[in-house]
């Protein structure tokens, strides 16, 4: 019987990308005002740079990713002694717009009074910064205390520590086929894939249930237990 529900955090129950791109949009607003040559970057520039140094380094803590991002960004226009300061412009206007998705805090709600409700994350999305205050059990962030980031079985095993239950009886629900259904299921949990776009499922991969929105959790966790389901309110 299934006892926990752990949910993944960026993608999952906060819609990150408006929040990153409105960020990126006032770094690259101050990059202009500080330097002429910043007028012939664009917003590609700057998520490009993100997507190099993600693919160098992306083990590393996602502050000290998008900080070296940052970096390359400014050092195209020779703002390099500008970091600190662009730096916390953009980490202010993330989390000033970081919402989470429309069905993520009824879903909880829905769920909250027949499981244990836990928050897992590889980013920077800490809840009560995100307008999740409040709304878990337990809350584990990779790279506190050393804890690696998903895919790494060290972090399932912090979650299940967390959980204080056997793996078989916690469901991940996330929408990383890689890290939310198949790091999970390595490690004796339940894998949920959160589906939002429709894509198909690749070979090889078999989630535990999926579903198309939040809404639909309540039913398919019913279903992996085999009892009546939770309404939404």
């Not at 959790?217 to 009892?227: R, Y």
């Amino acid at each position: 019987m299934l006892r926990v529900v752990v949910f993944d955090a960026d993608e999952t129950l906060l819609d990150l990308r408006p929040a990153v791109t409105g960020g990126l949009v006032a770094v690259l607003g101050e990059m202009r005002r500080l330097a002429p040559a910043a007028a012939a970057l664009s917003l590609a520039d700057l998520e490009a740079d993100w997507h190099t140094v993600f693919g160098e380094r992306s083990a590393a803590p996602v502050q000290e990713i998008r900080r070296a991002a940052l970096a390359r960004s400014l050092a195209r226009a020779a703002l390099d002694d500008h970091l600190d300061a662009v730096a916390a412009l953009f980490f202010a206007r993330r989390f000033a717009l970081t919402r989470p998705f429309a069905d993520a805090q009824p879903a909880l709600a829905a769920l909250r009074g027949r499981y244990l409700l836990g928050y897992a994350t590889n980013g920077n999305s800490r809840a009560e910064r995100c307008g999740l205050a409040g709304e878990f059990a337990f809350e584990r962030y990779a790279h506190d205390n050393g804890l690696p980031k998903k895919p790494a079985p060290e972090f399932y095993a912090a979650v299940v520590e967390a959980a204080g239950v056997p793996a078989e009886q916690i469901a991940y629900v996330g929408d990383s086929l890689d890290h939310d259904v198949a790091g999970p299921q390595s490690a004796g949990l339940r894998g949920i894939w959160l589906n939002r776009q429709g894509v198909p499922c690749p070979p090889g991969v078999c989630p535990d249930a999926e579903v198309a929105t939040l809404a639909d959790l309540p039913e398919a966790l019913a279903a992996l237990d085999g009892v009546a389901p939770v309404a939404t309110p």
